[in-house]
């Protein structure tokens, strides 16, 4: 690959106290202006993969679109967004999960993904792992056959990764 694991992370902005005091915020939208950087990023998320063996490429809201929809068109895929509650129009399966200070309920159409399809999840960021607990629940509901959980960032120091159990799980970017 043209762009390294190193280019990518160099691409990340750290934005300290946003969006509260203590936080360091990753930015990504250096890594979105850069066409070499953002062509990089979606060249690892799809690595593994080639044309075919994946059916649908999930996106979380919001980000995750961002990065799913670039590896649904990269592996010839289907795209399906997992939105918000409230966000889809028609009948949905929802899941809320717990946030550090709130909670929140995403959702994904009842016919979204035919069972047994090979599914790529993809996002932006693992942090605690609420979010992204909560899209494979989801999943789990459609019958879906999920090949692997790939986000371009892991922050580890939140454990998020260890509540996602046996499911395949990789991070370009470790903090």
């Known amino acids: 690959?043209?762009?390294s694991i190193q280019d990518l992370t160099e691409g990340i902005r750290n934005i300290p106290d946003?969006?509260?005091?203590?936080?360091?915020f990753k930015d990504i939208t250096?890594?979105?202006a850069s066409p070499k950087l953002f062509q990089g990023a979606i060249d690892h998320l799809t690595a593994p993969f080639q044309p075919g063996d994946i059916d649908v490429v999930v996106g979380v809201d919001a980000r995750g679109f961002i990065f799913a929809a670039a590896?649904?068109?990269?592996?010839k895929a289907g795209f399906v967004p997992v939105r918000k509650q409230g966000k889809?129009?028609?009948?949905?399966?929802?899941?809320s999960y717990d946030l550090e200070y709130g909670s929140n309920t995403l959702a994904i159409h009842t016919d979204a993904i035919a069972k047994g399809s090979r599914t790529l999840l993809v996002d932006d960021l693992l942090a605690t792992g609420g979010t992204a607990v909560?899209?494979?629940?989801?999943?789990?509901r459609l019958?879906?056959?999920?090949?692997?959980?790939?986000?371009?960032?892991?922050?580890e120091f939140l454990k998020g990764r260890d509540l996602l159990g046996n499911t395949p799980t990789r991070s370009i970017i470790t903090y």
Request: aromatic share 6%; net charge negative.
């Open 1 to 3: 690959m043209s762009v």
């Open 18 to 24: 946003f969006p509260k005091p203590g936080i360091q």
């Open 30 to 32: 250096p890594v979105l």
């Open 71 to 75: 590896a649904a068109l990269h592996l």
């Open 88 to 95: 889809l129009p028609y009948d949905t399966h929802e899941e």
């Open 134 to 140: 909560a899209a494979l629940n989801l999943l789990s």
């Open 143 to 155: 019958e879906v056959q999920l090949v692997e959980a790939a986000f371009l960032i892991e922050l």
